[in-house]
């Protein structure tokens, strides 16, 4: 514990030095209504806010020339209106096509006639939705907007977005999109932050969203891919029944269905919807100068225009009270998934349930890989995950194994509840508590040796979770953590009742 505090000491003293040291800096970012962290207890991050409701958040660290960004907004898939799943995937594709300067040799005449694409792609659907519909006519439409698109092409200066990146000597460029919210990272040369705020203010205020149609086709043959994908096949059973009402029973990459009928229409009402300032969060680590990065961050997004937020409480999942299990016959080995709902991150007893993932499930030590892996020899692996598939609404605690040799899915599932439901008669012993918060602690320090991965956790912590010092908030939590609390949390929430159990089956 105590060489935690000391190594954490020793890279905030070194790499946030000025902090503490650059008397000048830290009178000039007050100036700048900038909040500088000086409690030892958490990173010294500077943080800002634009009057747009735009969240920054930076950490100097002068170890190398590099910088990273996050740039995070808090929509993902559970923000879809019903019939839309898969939007928020398929929006950050198109965040890669340019915007109304990036990838165009003239915006006007090509504006002009993506309009006239996203008309005959509104007639498509139409068409494609009727019980009797014309195949005639439909092939007549996709022949027309296959026509409007190569005239459209003319006007495209293909994966420019790209070149200038690669370019100005980018490395890590990626987005990710979840349930939970919608994620653009880069790292660059640290002579180069200039240019990531000219253009990543450009893309976000001024997206093109051009090539919809053939993204959407991509993203289409992704979907028809991950049905012989045991692993998705199994997740998306196991979400799908779980949830009944809230929408994290939805898949990430939406259902084909609703992604078939996307319009570029319904991009750019989610983009006007959700990609706002006051819905973003932009966390940026490295070779920085603090002052310098706000003064730039008011340049380029202070004239960015802020707006309402839809409302994001979404139906509560009711209370489960049955046992669920779902058998899914497949060519793939066997595989078990089991989700115990939770009531949520903020939970007062989440991080005893916390607690609980690590010493049941997770590494080489836990209670059920020395059980099921070394000793009775049934489980090829076992682990654990304390909320799946998210953190902003309740949740699920998972377990994941699979049966090795001649054991059954239904085998290693009985062995599995035995040793949950033996766990009151085993409580956690003090050695057990104190291996969890050394792992979640060094799974922190390894963080601040990533500049893109504690942005990320910077930017998650901030825009998902509420606050930026979450996670350094939460080992304080899980200290004080108690065994008598981790077998209160295991009796509450992994009981049969609360559990929806995924058999992969085999099918011959």
Request: net charge neutral; aromatic share 12%.
């Amino acid at each position: 514990m105590k060489l935690f505090f000391l190594a954490l000491s020793l890279i905030s003293s070194t790499i946030g030095a000025y902090a503490m040291d650059n008397f000048k800096k830290i009178e000039e970012l007050k100036k700048l209504n900038a909040h500088v962290e000086t409690s030892s207890k958490y990173p010294q991050v500077v943080y800002y806010k634009l009057k747009n409701g735009m969240k920054i958040l930076i950490y100097e660290k002068k170890f190398a020339p590099v910088v990273s960004f996050t740039m995070m907004f808090k929509v993902g898939n559970v923000d879809n209106t019903n019939g839309q799943t898969g939007l928020a995937h398929l929006f950050e594709h198109m965040a890669f096509k340019g915007t109304d300067k990036i990838g165009t040799r003239d915006w006007n005449k090509e504006k002009m006639i993506l309009e006239k694409i996203d008309e005959v792609y509104d007639e498509i659907n139409k068409e494609s939705k009727k019980d009797n519909r014309d195949e005639e006519k439909l092939k007549k439409l996709k022949e027309k907007a296959q026509e409007l698109e190569k005239e459209a092409e003319k006007y495209q200066v293909r994966e420019e977005f790209w070149k200038i990146y690669n370019e100005l000597g980018q490395s890590q460029m990626n987005a990710f999109t979840s349930t939970d919210y919608t994620g653009y990272v880069v790292s660059l040369p640290s002579d180069r932050i200039e240019s990531y705020f000219i253009i990543e203010s450009d893309r976000f205020k001024n997206p093109a969203l051009r090539d919809f149609y053939k993204e959407r086709s991509v993203v289409l043959e992704e979907l028809r891919m991950n049905k012989s994908d045991p692993s998705r096949i199994s997740w998306e059973n196991l979400l799908s029944h779980a949830f009944v009402a809230h929408p994290y029973h939805n898949p990430t990459i939406g259902w084909e269905d609703d992604v078939m009928h996307l319009t570029r229409k319904d991009a750019i009402e989610f983009y006007k919807k959700f990609y706002l300032p006051n819905n973003a969060t932009l966390a940026i680590v490295g070779d920085v100068d603090p002052v310098k990065v706000i003064k730039l961050a008011e340049k380029y997004f202070g004239d960015w225009k802020s707006g309402t937020i839809p409302d994001q409480n979404y139906t509560k999942e009711p209370t489960q009270n049955a046992e669920k299990i779902i058998k899914v016959y497949f060519h793939s080995k066997p595989t078990l998934r089991i989700g115990f709902k939770n009531d949520g991150i903020n939970a007062p007893d989440m991080p005893a349930l916390i607690v609980a993932s690590e010493i049941l499930a997770n590494g080489n030590t836990s209670r059920l890989y020395k059980k099921l892996v070394e000793e009775k020899k049934i489980a090829l692996y076992v682990g654990s995950y304390h909320s799946t598939p998210g953190n902003r609404y309740p949740s699920l605690f998972i377990i994941v194994s699979a049966p090795k040799g001649n054991t059954t899915v239904e085998e290693l599932d009985n062995e599995i509840m035995k040793e949950i439901e033996n766990f009151a008669n085993n409580p956690p012993t003090e050695w057990e508590i104190e291996k969890v918060i050394n792992n979640y602690e060094m799974s922190i320090l390894k963080d601040l040796e990533s500049n893109l991965e504690f942005a990320q956790t910077l930017a998650y912590n901030e825009q998902i979770l509420g606050n930026w010092k979450f996670s350094w908030d939460m080992i304080e939590k899980i200290k004080k953590v108690k065994s008598s609390d981790v077998v209160e949390a295991v009796k509450k929430y992994l009981k049969r009742s609360k559990r929806t159990a995924v058999y992969l089956l085999e099918e011959k």
